[in-house]
């Protein structure tokens, strides 16, 4: 039954999320998002209600956009999606800006969320005359002569020789096309494109004929609405999380357990298994395959947490090295990592994010350990503050979103590995080898009541290597 109900989620045969049809201008108004003030984002919205790229990115997908926030988004990042059906023949020029951002890309998929192709920032050669900043060592803080141009074609990757700066956005036939535009950390008092704007796309037809603007996005089809992200129906959710015989607290583990992602069917089937130790732990690996709209670029771990267990559950573990970007870092320099979060949010009945703390946000020690809460806002210990090197997580008031008060879900990010680092998600080769690959940067968790871990005072420290 459960792997059926799996089935059917990956399947995205029905769609509990209903569609908007804001505008990005419209959305972009007044907006602050986490880590973003207010004057900046007033200073995109008056950017972008101007330019040609208005009626063809549709977005942000953040936590506080109302609306936006599906997906499970990281609030250290921004989404912007656009949903097209390119003519045949056809190759939309992109123009831009690198961001004053930690990290960008640009992504296509078909319209049930496969990945087609993506191109990552670094992948991307510079217009004659600029430079790309996020190479290791050029200078990333400069104003001018930072702009690219991508070619997207309506064209399958080849199997050989792909052409420099493209993207192939070639769907099944008869469907349409997503792209994706992302950006991480955008340098302090930047908005939320970095302070450079998004992308501004031209359609050049098979004809040779070219279209900027409306034009344009009247051409493509474009399509003013939230991207569809396949979530179970009340039904299909009831039937995972209550089950009959279920133990006090499920789907949570006590301590929790963290699994590798591998793709949506064996994530749902084995979070939800009433055996884990025979759906968690299969003989041979399942296939990698994306979520919905997967960055290619991203690994992910992640367990169900519950508060029947504890109203305060800790994180230890220790954090990989990033390029710190934040402040404006003058040079581009490499990491363990290029970025790292914890997030929380509710479930997959909703997929809506609670709370995340990005790499820069989290308080660690010398050797990089960290300590970092999770309980609800009116549990928060008094010592779990960052004067107390303590990272805090706010556990949703709504639970899983689907009536369930006491349930949680966390992942962990990994971005961009270095060739160097063997303990990133992305090394994870079968279900069961998180602790031996991760060693000392998977998360170990436990739950406590408030007194105990007010108890430990501050610094709030507890050695469990």
């Given at each position: 039954?459960?792997?059926?109900?799996?089935?059917?989620?990956?399947?995205?045969?029905?769609?509990?999320?209903?569609?908007?049809?804001?505008?990005?201008?419209?959305?972009?108004?007044?907006?602050?998002?986490?880590?973003f003030t207010p004057s900046a984002m007033a200073a995109s919205h008056s950017?972008?209600?101007?330019?040609?790229?208005?009626?063809?990115?549709?977005?942000?997908?953040?936590?506080?956009?109302?609306?936006?926030?599906?997906?499970?988004?990281?609030?250290?990042?921004?989404?912007?999606?656009?949903?097209?059906?390119?003519?045949?023949?056809?190759?939309?020029?992109?123009?831009?800006?690198?961001?004053?951002?930690?990290?960008?890309?640009?992504?296509?998929?078909?319209?049930?969320?496969?990945?087609?192709?993506?191109?990552?920032?670094?992948?991307?050669?510079?217009?004659?005359?600029?430079?790309?900043?996020?190479?290791?060592?050029?200078?990333?803080?400069?104003?001018?002569?930072?702009?690219?141009?991508?070619?997207?074609?309506?064209?399958?990757?080849?199997?050989?020789?792909?052409?420099?700066?493209?993207?192939?956005?070639?769907?099944?036939?008869?469907?349409?096309?997503?792209?994706?535009?992302?950006?991480?950390?955008?340098?302090?008092?930047?908005?939320?494109?970095?302070?450079?704007?998004?992308?501004?796309?031209?359609?050049?037809?098979?004809?040779?004929?070219?279209?900027?603007?409306?034009?344009?996005?009247?051409?493509?089809?474009?399509?003013?609405?939230?991207?569809?992200?396949?979530?179970?129906?009340?039904?299909?959710?009831?039937?995972?999380?209550?089950?009959?015989?279920?133990?006090?607290?499920?789907?949570?583990?006590?301590?929790?357990?963290?699994?590798?992602?591998?793709?949506?069917?064996?994530?749902?089937?084995?979070?939800?298994?009433?055996?884990?130790?025979?759906?968690?732990?299969?003989?041979?690996?399942?296939?990698?395959?994306?979520?919905?709209?997967?960055?290619?670029?991203?690994?992910?771990?992640?367990?169900?947490?519950?508060?029947?267990?504890?109203?305060?559950?800790?994180?230890?573990?220790?954090?990989?090295?990033?390029?710190?970007?934040?402040?404006?870092?003058?040079?581009?320099?490499?990491?363990?990592?290029?970025?790292?979060?914890?997030?929380?949010?509710?479930?997959?009945?909703?997929?809506?994010?609670?709370?995340?703390?990005?790499?820069?946000?989290?308080?660690?020690?010398?050797?990089?350990?960290?300590?970092?809460?999770?309980?609800?806002?009116?549990?928060?210990?008094?010592?779990?503050?960052?004067?107390?090197?303590?990272?805090?997580?706010?556990?949703?008031?709504?639970?899983?979103?689907?009536?369930?008060?006491?349930?949680?879900?966390?992942?962990?990010?990994?971005?961009?590995?270095?060739?160097?680092?063997?303990?990133?998600?992305?090394?994870?080769?079968?279900?069961?080898?998180?602790?031996?690959?991760?060693?000392?940067?998977?998360?170990?968790?436990?739950?406590?009541?408030?007194?105990?871990?007010?108890?430990?005072?501050?610094?709030?420290?507890?050695?469990?290597?």
């Amino acid at each position: 039954m459960i792997r059926s109900i799996a089935a059917a989620i990956l399947a995205g045969r029905r769609f509990e999320l209903k569609q908007s049809r804001l505008g990005l201008a419209m959305v972009l108004g007044g907006l602050a998002a986490a880590n973003f003030t207010p004057s900046a984002m007033a200073a995109s919205h008056s950017q972008r209600g101007q330019d040609a790229s208005a009626c063809f990115w549709f977005g942000p997908y953040v936590k506080d956009n109302p609306g936006f926030n599906v997906g499970f988004p990281d609030t250290g990042a921004a989404y912007w999606s656009a949903n097209i059906a390119m003519p045949a023949g056809s190759k939309i020029v992109l123009r831009g800006q690198y961001a004053h951002a930690r990290y960008q890309s640009v992504s296509a998929y078909e319209a049930n969320g496969a990945a087609l192709d993506s191109l990552t920032d670094y992948q991307i050669a510079p217009d004659r005359g600029s430079r790309n900043p996020f190479l290791p060592g050029e200078r990333r803080t400069g104003e001018k002569n930072r702009s690219f141009t991508v070619e997207i074609r309506n064209e399958a990757v080849p199997a050989s020789d792909r052409a420099s700066n493209t993207l192939y956005a070639k769907a099944s036939a008869g469907d349409r096309q997503i792209l994706f535009f992302r950006l991480y950390v955008p340098d302090k008092n930047r908005d939320l494109t970095g302070g450079v704007g998004l992308p501004t796309p031209e359609l050049v037809l098979a004809d040779g004929r070219r279209m900027t603007g409306k034009a344009a996005c009247a051409a493509l089809n474009v399509a003013a609405e939230i991207v569809p992200i396949p979530i179970p129906t009340k039904a299909q959710y009831a039937a995972l999380r209550d089950r009959p015989g279920a133990p006090d607290g499920f789907p949570a583990q006590n301590p929790p357990v963290f699994h590798a992602f591998y793709n949506p069917k064996f994530r749902t089937a084995c979070l939800y298994s009433l055996n884990p130790g025979v759906d968690c732990r299969p003989a041979t690996a399942p296939a990698r395959a994306g979520g919905l709209y997967p960055n290619i670029d991203n690994n992910y771990i992640a367990a169900y947490l519950s508060r029947r267990y504890g109203k305060v559950l800790v994180f230890r573990g220790k954090l990989p090295t990033v390029p710190t970007t934040y402040n404006r870092t003058p040079r581009s320099s490499e990491g363990q990592l290029r970025y790292w979060s914890i997030c929380q949010t509710e479930s997959i009945a909703t997929t809506r994010t609670t709370s995340c703390l990005y790499d820069e946000q989290v308080p660690i020690d010398s050797d990089r350990n960290y300590v970092i809460v999770s309980s609800l806002d009116s549990d928060r210990p008094k010592n779990a503050t960052a004067k107390c090197g303590v990272g805090f997580l706010s556990w949703s008031a709504v639970g899983d979103g689907a009536g369930h008060l006491d349930d949680a879900y966390i992942y962990v990010r990994n971005l961009l590995p270095s060739s160097g680092f063997s303990h990133a998600n992305q090394n994870t080769k079968l279900p069961g080898d998180e602790a031996a690959v991760l060693g000392d940067y998977l998360p170990r968790a436990e739950y406590m009541s408030i007194e105990e871990f007010e108890k430990m005072g501050c610094p709030a420290s507890r050695d469990e290597r």
